[in-house]
């Protein structure tokens, strides 16, 4: 073990341990809702990949521990550049599905790089921001920093993958806040923005459109998305406030909720563990965000407070959006829920997000003894 | 302010904001599990809820005067609606026996539905049967009678090739169509304009989301999509032309004794299709509700092909309608002149190839050339321009690639020339090839569209268009969704002049030439033609013959094959001729004659008894 004690006892406890029960629930869930619709000797798949990668991911983070997270301040145009590389491939070589290029096929893992991109952005957006505090007065001096983010952004959406743009929206809104960003220069943005909402309509994909228009009225499309919210509406309703227990729900385990594992897996906590289970699992993901913050005001240096305001904003804009999503309450735009969803890619993401926060919270201890 | 201070106000902020979004999120979870907990496990008791999709219908086509050619028409269909619980093997031995559907059939199709939306047993069942289930409805619970739109061939054979067929979608047509929208068990256009305007046609299908009672009764409809029937084709096709090849193509079969024939008529200033047929056809309301296999057996062993187009898939040697292209190419490079004679001694000098008859017809011009359609003149040509530069014509002409028309499987034909040659053979091209090029033989193959397209651009004066037979999809509103305009493929590089020459002998052909004795003195209009005689090495000669009219400003060119009808002149000029007829609203000569015979009988009668009367006054 190349990690002392002394160490843990500067780590932040809460976080770490709020991020690993949210890990352990979401194993227990994706098992109750993969159990069923999958042939036995590979009933557990998707419960043993996803903690494989788990424990993957924990050991690779333990190992990064070991550096500095200043040191990602000198890559982070490095990585920038290497971001758009990654995103241009996705566009040639990417597999696609359901009209969408998302994916690349490396060996027996399928890369979805819009996933990585998310981290990647928040630290070369840190690394541009850091010494612009406060200094984000006018439009001129915004648009550089709106292009920067603007270069990804579109390569993201012309996919397309609005759920991950969107995302990319938040990071950027939220680091620009924390940034000091100039209230009414923010304000002229949004009603700009608001504005400019007709014509961000023509750029969207037909199915994009429908999502849209399926939130606003379910009925629109009751046998295609439609179709989701209402049987997701139903299974978080009808768990009511105990649920009707792990592997009971008959929503989730008689396939009238679609991806269930995936994009939909909160629904079947909802129906399976009830409205106490929702709770639980809301307020873990309370704990996890506050800390965030904690460690952004607590951080050292512009860097370190900017990643860490990146992060929390990501994540927070995450669990917003599928949450809703799942109770009806925002548009369906296949966002994982962190921690939870089954996925890989977005796995690995999110620990490597936590790393970075637990590094930032650790260098800050070590200068305080 | 330092950056710190700065900081902690917006942190602050932001710590508040996340608060909010939780306690919303949590608000959220209490309203639907707890305030309104009820009503959602209410619904979710064994889910109370189905699908009940409606299917749109289909666009119609209409020919270019708005008459129907292909619509829908309401059908009773026989499905099974999943229940929590499953199926009794009783209700299913019971259908079985009403329905004539095996019960391993049924079996099969449950096991094989996924969801909750009906499982359709029998399509376009008769009413007595939907009659029997509704009165003896504890008999057949879970069994439900929809209401679909079937596909309607309403003229059955004529125009199959060009309308197409629908069926239901295969495993192979969803996994490359799913991003498309499409589902296990949709209808799906797989030959013709059904296949090719199936995006157009199919329209969106609906349904309802239905909450039922647990013996799967609708207790209420939460949610409910209207379909939207497809868009409407209108086609260039007319619908008179059309009938009149297809009476006119079953009529000369059954009179010469042969079985297969394809026929196009085009506007050659346009492009339009005005009518295309192909011999023998089949009925395509045969495949809507799936083809069975006695059917399709009858389909299959036919040793004609009713399945394939023959009008764009069919490649036969153009036989002597190529001389149009090896005339225009004599005259454009100057090898001959209008008035030079060339002496028929019943074989060429050079090679001793004749007329198919083994005729002699003295000396001939390249008017007289043409209308009497003579070998040995044109083996002549060929001699003059050599094969490069009969190719090169051929090409002109648009002959050996696709014309591009709206429909699947068209073939592109192939054009006699030394680089074929070498690289299917592997040797030198002779001359002897040289002549039969000249004449159609040999290499030389064309589908009979590409044959209605060569006399289309001699019609139009050079101009070649691209055939198409839709003119405008419109939805059901009444927007047009998409015009389509003629489209000028090419212009022959050749003068005017020698153009009109060309025209002229073509004229002859039905004046005093090989078309001449069935046109007769008197046919109202002004007919270019040709005929020809394809060589067939696997049977009798294909008979061809391609037209237009009237001559001095062409709206219709014709394209005829008769294959193994023997000389063109007999067996494909009566059914252009007839098309012909039909394009320019002339009646039937022997109708005609038969009308008036009786129109004189009925005179002479009325005279006589006029006769009588007055006699018997007397």
């Known amino acids: ?369 | 302010m330092s950056d710190k201070d700065i900081f902690s106000g917006r942190l602050r902020v932001l710590s508040i904001v996340i608060v909010l979004v939780i306690t919303v999120l949590i608000a959220r979870m209490g309203y639907l599990q707890v305030y309104d907990g009820e009503y959602y496990a209410n619904l979710a008791d064994g889910n109370r809820i189905r699908l009940v999709p409606s299917v749109a219908p289909r666009g119609t086509m209409y020919d270019r005067n708005g008459n129907i050619l292909v619509t829908n028409h309401p059908g009773f269909t026989v499905s099974l609606l999943p229940l929590t619980e499953p199926i009794s093997e009783e209700v299913i031995g019971r259908l079985s026996a009403l329905l004539n559907v095996p019960v391993e059939e049924i079996h099969n199709k449950i096991a094989a539905h996924i969801g909750f939306d009906p499982i359709r047993i029998k399509t376009d069942v008769g009413p007595e049967l939907t009659t029997i289930i509704a009165e003896q409805k504890d008999l057949y619970p879970g069994v439900v009678v929809e209401v679909l739109p079937i596909r309607d061939y309403i003229y059955k054979n004529q125009g199959a090739h060009a309308y197409g067929y629908v069926s239901e979608i295969s495993d192979a047509e969803l996994e490359k169509k799913k991003d498309e929208g499409y589902k296990s068990g949709d209808i799906i256009g797989k030959f013709g304009l059904e296949k090719v305007y199936d995006q157009y046609l199919r329209g969106t299908n609906g349904g309802e989301q239905v909450e039922v009672d647990v013996t799967g009764k609708p207790v209420q409809v939460l949610g409910k999509k209207n379909p939207i029937p497809g868009n409407d084709l209108h086609l260039t096709i007319d619908l008179e032309i059309q009938a009149a090849a297809e009476k006119a193509i079953d009529e000369q079969l059954v009179q010469i004794g042969a079985h297969a024939a394809a026929a196009v008529a085009l506007n050659p200033q346009t492009g339009e299709v005005l009518a295309i047929v192909s011999r023998p056809a089949f009925d395509p309301n045969l495949f809507v509700n799936g083809i069975s296999s006695k059917d399709w057996a009858l389909i299959n062993n036919n040793p004609y092909y009713p399945m394939d187009n023959k009008a764009i898939t069919g490649e036969y040697p153009p036989g002597s309608t190529f001389k149009i292209i090896t005339g225009t190419a004599a005259l454009s490079e100057g090898k001959v002149t209008p008035e030079e004679k060339i002496f028929d001694s019943g074989h060429h000098w050079i090679i001793p190839k004749g007329n198919a008859g083994g005729e002699a017809l003295g000396w001939l011009n390249f008017e007289e050339a043409m209308a009497h359609s003579d070998n040995v003149y044109f083996y002549e040509m060929g001699n003059r321009l050599g094969i490069d530069q009969i190719e090169r014509y051929a090409r002109m002409f648009g002959m050996g690639k696709l014309t591009g028309i709206d429909l699947p499987y068209e073939a592109e034909g192939l054009v006699a020339c030394k680089a074929y040659k070498k690289r299917v053979f592997e040797e030198d091209w002779y001359l002897a090839e040289t002549f039969d090029a000249a004449i159609g033989q040999g290499f030389n193959l064309v589908t009979p569209l590409q044959a209605a397209s060569i006399m289309g651009e001699v019609a139009a004066n050079g101009k070649r268009y691209k055939p198409y037979l839709v003119n405008k999809i419109v939805d059901v509103n009444g927007n047009v969704v998409k015009q389509f305009q003629p489209e000028l493929l090419s212009q022959l590089d050749v003068e005017d002049r020698f153009i009109r020459l060309v025209q002229a002998g073509l004229h002859q052909v039905t004046k005093y030439g090989t078309a001449a004795f069935i046109f007769g003195k008197d046919y109202p209009v002004e007919i270019a033609g040709k005929t020809g005689t394809a060589e067939n090495p696997h049977g009798r000669d294909h008979g061809w013959f391609v037209a237009y009219g009237p001559f001095n400003n062409p709206t219709i060119v014709v394209a005829v094959i008769v294959e193994q009808g023997g000389y063109g002149s007999q067996s494909a000029v009566p059914i252009g001729k007839k098309i012909l007829d039909a394009a320019f609203h002339i009646p039937d000569p022997a109708q005609v004659a038969a009308q008036a015979k009786a129109k004189a009988e009925a005179e002479a009668r009325a005279r006589a008894a006029a006769t009588a009367q007055v006699q018997k006054k007397q």
């Open chain 1, 1 to 369: 073990m190349f990690f002392d004690k002394k160490l843990l006892r500067k780590m932040d406890v809460k976080l770490l341990l709020a991020v690993a029960a949210i890990i352990i629930i979401s194993l227990i869930v994706i098992g109750s809702a993969t159990h069923v619709n999958t042939p036995s000797e590979e009933r557990y798949w998707f419960v043993q990949r996803q903690g494989v990668f788990a424990l993957i991911n924990a050991g690779i983070a333990i190992f990064l521990m070991n550096f500095d997270y200043k040191m990602l301040q000198r890559y982070g145009h490095k990585m920038y550049v290497f971001n758009l590389i990654m995103l241009l491939a996705v566009m040639f070589v990417g597999q696609s599905a359901l009209g969408a290029q998302r994916w690349i096929q490396l060996g027996p893992v399928t890369l979805q790089p819009s996933e990585f991109s998310k981290i990647i952005m928040i630290v070369s957006l840190a690394s541009l921001l850091q010494d612009k505090i406060g200094k984000l007065n006018t439009l001129s001096d915004l648009i550089p920093v709106a292009a920067y983010v603007g270069v990804p952004f579109v390569l993201v959406m012309k996919q397309p993958d609005l759920g991950t743009s969107l995302v990319f929206m938040a990071i950027f809104f939220g680091m620009i806040f924390a940034c000091g960003i100039n209230l009414k220069l923010l304000a002229g943005i949004f009603g700009t923005g608001l504005a400019c909402l007709p014509l961000l309509w023509h750029v969207l994909k037909d199915y994009q459109k429908m999502r849209i228009m399926v939130f606003l009225d379910p009925n629109v499309d009751p046998l295609g998305s439609g179709y989701h919210i209402i049987q997701s509406k139903i299974a978080i309703g009808s768990g009511m406030l105990f649920g009707k227990g792990l592997f009971e729900g008959t929503q989730s385990q008689l396939n009238f909720l679609p991806e269930n594992h995936t994009d939909f897996i909160f629904a079947v906590v909802g129906e399976e563990w009830g409205f106490i289970g929702t709770l639980v699992l809301l307020l873990l993901y309370l704990v996890v965000l506050w800390r965030g913050i904690q460690i952004a005001r607590q951080a050292q240096d512009n860097f370190g407070m900017l990643l860490a305001v990146g992060i929390t904003s990501m994540l927070a804009f995450h669990v917003l959006v599928n949450v809703g999503m799942t109770a009806g309450i925002m548009p369906v735009t296949g966002i994982p829920l962190p921690f939870m969803s089954y996925g890989v890619s977005a796995l690995t993401t999110n620990i490597l997000a936590i790393t970075i926060l637990l590094n930032i919270y650790l260098r800050n201890q070590k200068l305080q003894f």
